[in-house]
């Protein structure tokens, strides 16, 4: 990673300038709003699952009503177009559209995304359609979820279902989200469904992901008769670390990491290094001939989802392992083959996840990957903060939140400045909503939900992202 330049120390400039067509808007994901778990022919997804295991989320929560969008969803569009939103990220709930994951299509979800994407085409918003958001349909997982290849070509099926039903106004597509988790998450630390802990399955589960993601693009193309957008979002490990060793462990978690995804999909190839890396875990003879040509694919944006960064060092094996990597420990690994990694407790301030504060390695970032990959325009499709919020008179007063926005809306900016190909920004998230392991205990949202009354309430964030719309600048 390159060292940004800082152009003042207090990281937050004003004046704010953003080119002609950068988007900004806000992001949501179905399992984390919907509810409405069993209504119109929903099956059961992963989620669904591991949330009602005892212990699986730190409230004892589920996504069964969650903030009860589906019924909500014209409340919702309204709510934005109030905010004067320029877009909205949400995803679509597989098990919503093909209950077992296969086969049967559920008409009854294709209208709810239907009457959804006419609502916000309606209001003068763009949609950007998620087809993955970690709600894999329970009987695919019970047929061994994504460590089985079988499920990259369930997943194309459902594309081309998709896209058929929506491939006339869905303005961008994003194949997957965060793959990262779906696999390292899923199948090796067992924080997120559906629980399981293998590395060896977790190195599986990336690859068929990488494949889920190349069969489905050029489906997406060819069904698709308004000539979309096509992207896949990726959460990027921004690695530091000044001691002698961290060159090396930056290396081992940004191969793991990142370009474990952007090698195969962006050039074809999966990173030598980290195959490597990670001989004792697999021999990776689940990548079978043909498949890195399927896996590369063209894709108009690459969409980044960036909080913090981790700090690493190789670890002496002797003094305690520091393990402060951001995510939930529930005692597996989401770092296959890296034992030898430590991952440092980094300097404040930090957000309500305990995650650190560092609008410069949102910078660093943008700037990295406009380096790595000079041609692919990049969008950010996640930024956002969860911090204990407050309801004073009826309103919140989120005074952290504005200013963590501020300062990453600054990194994008600077980020503009330096050259880099940056085509919008998706606050997470437009609601507060179920936060995966966390449930509802931590808050994203620029809108407050009251989980008892299914109130929203703008919070000062919101307010203050809908007046960076209206008045932002162009050059
Ligand atoms: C990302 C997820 C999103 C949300 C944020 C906080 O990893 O994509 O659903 O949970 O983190």
Redesign the pocket.
């Known amino acids: 990673m390159s060292t940004a330049a800082h152009g003042n120390a207090d990281y937050r400039d004003h004046g704010l300038e953003f080119p002609p067509g950068f988007v900004i808007g806000s992001a949501t ?1 179905s399992y ?1 709003i919907e509810g409405a778990a069993n209504e119109d022919g929903r099956g059961p997804s992963i989620w669904d699952t591991f949330s009602h295991v005892s212990g699986n989320i730190t409230d004892a929560s589920t996504g069964d009503v969650a903030d009860d969008h589906y019924h909500r969803m014209v409340e919702d569009l309204d709510l934005m177009k109030g905010l004067g939103l320029e877009s909205y990220r949400f995803s679509m709930a597989w098990p919503r559209i093909q209950p077992t994951g296969s086969g049967a299509v559920e008409q009854r979800g294709l209208d709810f995304y239907g009457r959804l994407v006419d609502g916000l085409l309606e209001r003068g918003i763009r949609p950007i359609a998620t087809l993955y ?1 970690w709600d894999l349909p329970q009987a695919l997982e019970d047929a061994g979820g994504w460590p089985n290849r079988d499920t990259a070509d369930r997943f194309a099926d459902y594309a081309r279902i998709a896209v058929e039903a929506l491939g006339d106004r869905v303005h961008t597509w994003t194949t997957l ?2 793959p990262w ?1 779906s696999s390292y998450l899923g199948y090796g630390s067992g924080a997120h469904a559906p629980g399981r802990t293998d590395g060896a399955d977790a190195l599986a589960a990336v690859h068929h992901l990488n494949l889920a993601h190349g069969l489905a693009v050029p489906i997406i193309r060819e069904t698709a008769t308004n000539d979309p957008d096509v992207s896949v979002t990726l ?1 990027f490990h921004v690695a530091r670390g000044s001691g002698a060793t961290s060159p090396e462990a930056k290396r081992r978690i940004e191969g793991l990491a990142n370009r474990v995804f952007t090698g195969p999909m962006l050039l074809g190839a999966y990173p030598e290094d980290v195959i490597a890396d990670t001989a004792e875990v697999t021999d990776w003879s689940f990548v079978q001939d043909g498949d890195l040509e399927l896996i590369n694919q063209r894709i108009d944006v690459l969409g980044v ?1 960036y ?1 913090s960064t981790v700090t690493v060092e190789m670890w002496d094996g002797i003094s305690p392992r520091q393990n402060a990597d951001g995510h939930k420990d529930v005692g597996g690994s989401p770092w296959p083959g890296s034992r030898d990694v430590e991952f440092l407790v980094q300097d404040g301030p930090y957000t309500d996840m305990g995650w650190n504060i560092a609008p410069d390695g949102l910078e660093d970032l943008l700037v990295d990957l406009s380096e790595q990959f000079p041609d692919q325009p990049l969008m950010i499709t ?1 930024n956002g903060a969860a911090f204990p919020d407050v309801v004073t008179d009826g309103r919140v007063h989120d005074a952290e939140r504005v200013d963590y926005l501020n300062r990453h809306f600054t990194a994008a900016h600077r980020a503009l400045q330096r050259g880099v190909d940056l085509r919008g920004y998706q606050v ?1 998230s437009l609601l507060d909503n179920f ?2 392991g966390y449930g509802y205990s931590k808050r ?1 949202g620029i809108v407050r939900v009251d989980y008892d009354t299914q109130e929203r309430i703008v919070k000062d964030s919101g307010h203050w992202l809908s007046e960076l719309i209206r008045t932002r600048r162009t050059p």
């Open positions: 994901a984390q958001h989200n965060e988790c959460n989802n909080y996640e997470w936060e995966w994203f």
